[in-house]
T-cell receptor, first 115, second 111 residues
Framework: AQTVTQSQPEMSVQEAETVTLSCTYDTSESDYYLFWYKQPPSRQMILVIRQEAYKQQNATENRFSVNFQKAAKSFSLKISDSQLGDAAMYFC????????????FGSGTKLNVKP | NAGVTQTPKFRVLKTGQSMTLLCAQDMNHEYMYWYRQDPGMGLRLIHYSVGEGTTAKGEVPDGYNVSRLKKQNFLLGLESAAPSQTSVYFCASMEARYGYTFGSGTRLTVV
């Protein structure tokens, strides 16, 4: 079965600095999707960025980018120019390309942003 | 465009009571899901639906039932609530090539 591991329960970053959140996953599938979700104190789950496994180019969304290492099964999220509004829980997630109901979440990383 | 709407947002139940959580989406998505979120455990899939009139069990289905009579609605029922069902419940819908769109969650406390 697929598993998603986030080894950093909590991290802190200074405002305007850069932080990287780690995620590893285990799968025997060759085609899949990877996601990072943000959950602020409001509890809403917000999609931050998405990566398709067959694409070698790392996804980027404004200040958010990923480092996708398929062979190493690693999918880290880099947040540049951190802002106070980035403080939240961040969840890494894996979804099979063939079975839309195989959607697995990591346990989350709490990001604190210091002013 | 409301996206995914969950009602209620908060609820306190006594052990043994029943209730239904409603999830409504206006994006015409075929796939809908119910998750529960517990501290340190991420999200775990309870039940899901791949279309109107269909439902299937997820990772932790015991103690829950679901129905999808209309494409836009996905209901989660607790027939006899237990303290172990205290959690935050999320509904999500999905378009095939993309990720989930989540509702804002329901915090349920069973005393």
């Amino acid at each position: 079965a697929q598993t998603v591991t986030q080894s950093q329960p909590e991290m802190s970053v200074q405002e305007a600095e850069t932080v990287t959140l780690s995620c590893t996953y285990d799968t025997s599938e060759s085609d899949y999707y990877l996601f990072w979700y943000k959950q602020p104190p409001s509890r809403q789950m917000i999609l931050v960025i998405r990566q398709e496994a067959y694409k070698q180019q790392n996804a980027t969304e404004n200040r958010f980018s990923v480092n996708f290492q398929k062979a190493a099964k690693s999918f880290s999220l880099k947040i540049s120019d951190s802002q106070l509004g980035d403080a939240a829980m961040y969840f890494c997630a894996y979804r099979s390309a063939d079975n839309f109901n195989k959607f697995y979440f990591g346990s989350g990383t709490k990001l604190n942003v210091k002013p | 465009n409301a996206g995914v709407t969950q009602t209620p947002k908060f609820r306190v139940l006594k052990t043994g009571q029943s209730m239904t959580l409603l999830c409504a989406q206006d994006m015409n998505h075929e796939y809908m899901y119910w998750y529960r979120q517990d501290p340190g455990m991420g999200l775990r899939l309870i039940h899901y639906s791949v279309g109107e009139g269909t439902t299937a069990k997820g990772e932790v289905p015991d103690g829950y039932n679901v129905s999808r009579l209309k494409k836009q609605n996905f209901l989660l029922g607790l027939e006899s609530a237990a303290p172990s069902q205290t959690s935050v419940y999320f509904c999500a819908s999905m378009e095939a090539r993309y990720g989930y769109t989540f509702g804002s969650g329901t915090r349920l406390t069973v005393v």
